[in-house]
């Protein structure tokens, strides 16, 4: 028997042996090793632990919107952020940040910063936070916040902890008090200005000594 018979023969009991005759032991073999990756990727990942850190003490706020149109009368009390953009008479105390593009007639407490953006305003503003104001914007009340940028008008006194800066149509009726003032060509300050003392710099008597005059 000549060796191709034998190794036929070896392949045809092996078929038998298998009991799947008519497959190819060689595809067979492909098969087998393509079913043992199959089902090495189908494997599931190893468990792994994601920690997510809940805060459930934080409560979120949505903004809240007096909308182009609207008159409120009376006081408001807002948790979380405030848009005024109609009509308001009544004193606002607001946690979060307040944009003014309407009227408001009363005073404004803030937590945090303050943007009149063609507003009116009469009544004091009070915050934590800066006051920006543009130049079509108009306030009759005192301010007092961390810091200010007008260029709009302004007649009351201004109490700021760190800066004012007054742009170039910016006009104020009053009396300025804050760690530095900075005013553009063109500003109006018709009042007082005054630097905290506790921010200008000590100048020894050795120093003015050194100078000529």
């Known amino acids: 028997m000549s060796t191709r018979s034998i190794r036929e023969n070896a392949k045809q009991a092996w078929k038998e042996i298998l009991g ?6 060689d595809a067979e073999k492909e098969d087998q090793e393509e079913a043992a990756l199959t089902d090495a990727e189908l494997e599931p990942a190893q468990d792994f632990e994601q920690t997510y850190t809940m805060h459930k003490d934080v409560k979120v706020y949505p903004v809240s919107v007096i909308s182009d149109g609207m008159t409120v ?4 009390k807002v948790q979380g952020d405030l848009e005024l953009r109609g009509a308001m008479k009544g004193n606002i ?8 593009t309407g009227k408001l007639l009363g005073d404004l407490d803030c937590t945090k910063d303050v943007i009149l953006i063609s507003a009116a305003v ?16 108009t306030v009759v009340g005192d ?3 961390k810091s200010v940028t007008i ?7 201004l109490v700021l902890e760190d800066s004012a800066c007054f742009q ?7 009396d300025v008090t804050a760690g530095s003032i900075s005013m553009s060509e063109g500003a109006q300050i018709i009042g007082s200005l005054q ?4 921010q200008v710099p000590h100048i020894e008597l050795t120093e003015l000594e050194d100078i000529e005059l």
Do not use: F, W, Y
């Open 143 to 145: 301010i007092r916040a």
């Open 122 to 137: 009469q009544g004091n503003i009070s915050t934590s936070g800066v006051i920006s104001l543009d130049k079509e914007s």
């Open 93 to 100: 105390k607001a946690d979060g940040n307040v944009t003014i």
């Open 20 to 25: 799947v005759v008519g497959m190819d032991p």
């Open 195 to 198: 630097i905290n003392t506790s």
């Open 168 to 174: 170039k149509d910016a006009v104020l009726i009053g």
């Open 151 to 157: 260029d709009g008008k302004v007649k009351g006194s």
């Open 73 to 76: 009368n009376g006081d408001a």
